[in-house]
């Protein structure tokens, strides 16, 4: 990593509430730009919570001490800069796009971080760029259907497309794989590793181990609002640290890449 580089994420001692419930608690991390990382941890864990305060949804509050709070070596920011230097695809994101727009309106719709266009100008260059978006990802022929006749995974990657369109530094994916069938699971998994080795960081929230790509190599382990593991993820994705995690015995084993657990 370029040293003159700053991370794009350093946290230390972050603690954020949500009415009185202590929802993140100390948290110190910090992520590398170029790195792919994975969260990992139960339901109710906080990694949502965590991609939320990273979007500045919610602040920290000093609580243990000193609080670094700063994203791309930056301690403050715009909030409509921050959301263009981030990608963001999130199952909430999803219910808000099932209406009638199409593909390609929901890929554009990201020029203006709206729900659909609104009578907004498209550019040459915007279209242009949905284009090329579209061509990547391959979702050409499904561009001028609407979103409520697609499939949850046809339906997903126009997301991507749409968090794409400003080459964000960092591509956030909250449970991205939530509803997917076998074959929408696989074509989901090709796609994040094409856009991993283009060269986009990726950041995976996730409660299923499947769902790291072998393009990850951190991972991130959360509960009850605390990071309890954070390493390579041939240390982590064993039997112990998962099983503690989840509170459940379980046998892990890797294949072609991929890691899964069996036994609970």
């Not at 020029?111 to 659909?116: E, K």
């Not at 382990?221 to 390493?231: A, H, N, P, S, T």
């Amino acid at each position: 990593m370029n040293a003159s580089i700053p991370p794009f994420l350093q946290f230390e001692n972050v603690t954020v509430f949500h009415g009185e419930k202590k929802v993140l608690d100390s948290l110190s991390v910090t992520l590398s730009p170029g790195e792919n990382v994975a969260i990992l941890g139960p339901n109710g864990a906080g990694k949502s919570t965590f991609i939320r305060t990273i979007m500045r949804e919610f602040y920290p509050v000093l609580d243990s001490g000193p609080v670094t709070f700063r994203i791309c070596g930056k301690d403050t920011w715009d909030v409509f800069e921050l959301r263009s230097a981030f990608g963001i695809v999130s199952n909430d994101l999803q219910y808000a796009f099932m209406r009638d727009i199409t593909g390609r309106e929901v890929i554009l719709s990201g020029f203006f971080s709206s729900i659909g266009l609104f009578n907004r100008d498209i550019t040459p260059e915007m279209s242009r760029k949905a284009d090329e978006i579209s061509a990547f990802l391959d979702i050409e022929d499904l561009g001028g259907r609407p979103m409520t006749e697609m499939s949850s995974g046809e339906s997903r990657r126009f997301l991507i497309g749409r968090a794409m369109v400003h080459d964000p530094r960092v591509l956030i994916l909250d449970e991205p794989t939530n509803s997917l069938d076998l074959q929408a699971l696989h074509t989901f998994r090709q796609t994040i590793r094409k856009i991993a080795r283009n060269g986009t960081t990726i950041v995976l929230i996730t409660h299923n181990l499947p769902d790291i790509i072998p393009e990850i190599k951190r991972v991130i382990l959360m509960k009850d609002g605390k990071i309890v593991g954070d390493g390579p993820k041939e240390e982590l994705l064993a039997d112990d640290p998962v099983g503690r995690l989840f509170d459940v015995p379980v046998h892990v084993r890797q294949e072609d890449g991929y890691y899964y657990a069996t036994g609970y």
